[in-house]
C-alpha cells in the first residue's frame, strides 16, 4: 500500500479490505505497514482494496473496483485442500485409492 496527502496532515492507517469468491467487501485488517501477507484457502478467489485515513480523521472514498484480486490455486497432491502436502494427504489419498481401485499416483483426488 502507498499513498500520499500531498498539503494535508498526512497518512495515518489504511484499512484494508477483502472479498472472498466475489462476495461482499469485509473488513480484513487496518495498518501502517506498506506490505501485508494475507493467507487463503486453496480455490478462492480473493479481491482487496484499501483506504486511506489521515491523520485527522479524512477517510478516502471506498473505491468501485478492487486494487488488487488474486487466486489461491490447489497443490498437486494437497487432498484435503489445506495448501500443504503432508502425511494427512498421503493417508486420505490412499484410502480413497484402495475404495476406488485408482492407481494414477499424480491424480491429485
Given at each position: 500500500?502507498?499513498?500520499?496527502?500531498?498539503?494535508?496532515?498526512?497518512?495515518?492507517?489504511?484499512?484494508?479490505?477483502?472479498?472472498?469468491?466475489?462476495?461482499?467487501?469485509?473488513?480484513?485488517?487496518?495498518?501502517?505497514?506498506?506490505?501485508?501477507?494475507?493467507?487463503?484457502?486453496?480455490?478462492?478467489?480473493?479481491?482487496?482494496?484499501?483506504?486511506?485515513?489521515?491523520?485527522?480523521?479524512?477517510?478516502?472514498?471506498?473505491?468501485?473496483?478492487?486494487?488488487?484480486?488474486t487466486e489461491?490455486?490447489?497443490?498437486?497432491?494437497?487432498?484435503?485442500?489445506?495448501?500443504?502436502?503432508?502425511?494427512?494427504?498421503?493417508?486420505?489419498?490412499?484410502?480413497?485409492?484402495?475404495?476406488t481401485q485408482?492407481?494414477?499416483?499424480?491424480?491429485?483426488?
Amino acid at each position: 500500500m502507498a499513498g500520499s496527502d500531498a498539503g494535508g496532515s498526512g497518512i495515518q492507517f489504511y484499512d484494508t479490505y477483502v472479498s472472498d469468491n466475489g462476495g461482499p467487501y469485509a473488513l480484513w485488517l487496518t495498518t501502517t505497514d506498506p506490505s501485508v501477507v494475507f493467507k487463503g484457502e486453496c480455490g478462492h478467489r480473493y479481491s482487496f482494496y484499501s483506504v486511506a485515513v489521515d491523520l485527522v480523521g479524512n477517510m478516502e472514498e471506498h473505491p468501485a473496483a478492487a486494487d488488487a484480486t488474486t487466486e489461491v490455486v490447489s497443490v498437486l497432491g494437497d487432498t484435503e485442500g489445506n495448501g500443504v502436502v503432508d502425511i494427512a494427504d498421503l493417508i486420505l489419498t490412499l484410502q480413497i485409492m484402495s475404495q476406488t481401485q485408482d492407481s494414477d499416483l499424480e491424480t491429485n483426488i
